[in-house]
């Protein structure tokens, strides 16, 4: 029996699909290189843009020549998508070659509902879930190993859906995290480690007692053995000095810091629910430029988010020029449907995104050039 993953979205999807292919071969499954020759197609869906969504609908509908070649190929649909419920029945009734529609906390579960296909379609969801669960992993990513620290994110920026798709914040305990990593390196194939999470720096806070993210850094450096350290994501607001301080004083952690800045303009960022200012997030910048030389730092940019104008796009543009980042990505604002910004009054059109994701885009290009020159 044969399974294949078709992957969309951020790096923790990626980690995701690492959860179920460890199921799939824990059910005697092995891993195919195309969809022709699978007995199961699981797709693994990202929500964070209509783009994303867009892409997966289409190539699940390009699913239904396969089922009709092979009547037992299983086509099961998971991940952010399809926690949401009302996309969850959509795709349920709009393609009914699918199987298995299933949510992010419903994997553990997935033998289970692979069974249950005998007696008929399976599509349940659950909105919260544990996050402590030890599953096997088949790690898919040559010498670095993804290690998820924590789900969910308790900070309702107002254009984002993933507050209500993965749920709160719950931060994995240390001691777990420890064990994983001290296997991570006793297998010793992987050089690098990376933390994931939607907001790495809140790490530890709900749990009992407390534990800081700077913490938890510094306790996996002091585990013996050759490896670099790297996390993902870090939001502006909970980067504190400590992690500063612990990135520039740890050999073993990479010098590099994703922080997203999302926009260069005040009152931009007050409507996006972000918690900082443009001065308080160039603070910030100085701080690291300070005391981590060299230290690589990239961001996320959103252009066209509600009644933003061409003067607060500048903004965006003049932060950009000002950080010089080692790399953007610049995404143009999509309504997700369910959040605060999706109602706003103002929405941009298309055109004026595509013109401002394109400028920033090109800007970036530019200081990549200077600096490849210098
Ligand atoms: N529209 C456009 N971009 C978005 N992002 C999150 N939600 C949206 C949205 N509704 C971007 C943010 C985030 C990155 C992962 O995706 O920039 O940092
Ligand atoms: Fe979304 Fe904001 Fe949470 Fe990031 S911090 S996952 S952008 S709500």
């Known amino acids: 029996m044969k399974y294949f993953i078709v992957t969309y979205g951020c790096q923790m999807n990626v980690h995701e699909s690492e959860k179920i292919a460890g199921i799939l071969e824990d059910l ?29 609908l289409g190539n699940v509908g390009n699913l239904k020549r396969l089922k009709k070649k092979n009547k037992n190929l299983i086509i099961a649909v998971c991940g952010c998508m399809t926690q949401k419920q009302k996309t969850a029945e959509y795709l349920m009734n709009t393609f ?15 033998g289970h509902y692979i069974e249950a296909v005998k007696k008929g379609r399976q599509l349940e969801i659950l909105q919260e879930g544990d996050i402590d669960e030890v599953l096997p992993y088949k790690r898919t990513s040559g010498e670095n190993a993804w290690v998820n620290i924590m789900q969910g994110c308790n900070n309702f920026c107002t254009y984002c859906i993933v507050p209500y798709v993965k749920g709160r914040e719950k931060s994995r305990k240390e001691e777990n995290i420890l064990k994983e990593i001290k296997e991570i390196i006793k297998e010793g194939k992987y050089k690098k480690i990376t933390l994931l999470g939607q907001n ?11 534990v800081s993210f700077a913490k938890l850094l510094k306790d996996i450096c002091a585990l013996d053995g050759d490896f670099t350290l790297s996390f993902m994501t870090s939001h502006p607001k909970d980067l504190t000095d400590e992690v500063i301080d612990t990135i520039a004083n740890e050999d073993k952690i990479e010098k590099y810091i994703h922080l997203p800045a999302q926009s260069g303009n005040n009152r931009i960022l007050k409507l996006m629910n972000r918690s900082y200012t443009r001065e308080k997030y160039l603070d910030i910048i100085n701080k690291i430029r300070e005391k981590i030389p060299n230290c690589r730092i990239t961001s996320d940019f959103i252009v066209g988010f509600p009644t933003e104008t061409e003067e607060e796009f500048n903004d965006t543009y003049s932060l950009v020029k000002q950080v010089r980042y080692d790399s953007i990505f610049a995404f143009m604002y999509s309504p997700r449907e369910g959040t605060v910004a999706s109602k706003m009054e103002g929405q941009i059109p298309d055109e004026i995104k595509h013109k401002r994701v394109n400028k920033l885009l090109q800007l970036e290009k530019e200081i990549q050039e200077e600096d490849n020159k210098r």
């Open 28 to 56: 005697g499954y092995t891993e195919c290189g195309s969809r022709e020759e699978a007995d199961i197609i699981v797709f693994n869906t990202c929500a964070i843009r209509e783009g994303a969504e867009d892409r997966v």
């Open 96 to 110: 009914p070659f699918i199987d298995i529609v299933i949510g992010t906390f419903n994997l553990p579960k997935l």
């Open 200 to 210: 790495v720096n809140s790490y530890g806070k709900d749990l009992e007692p407390k």
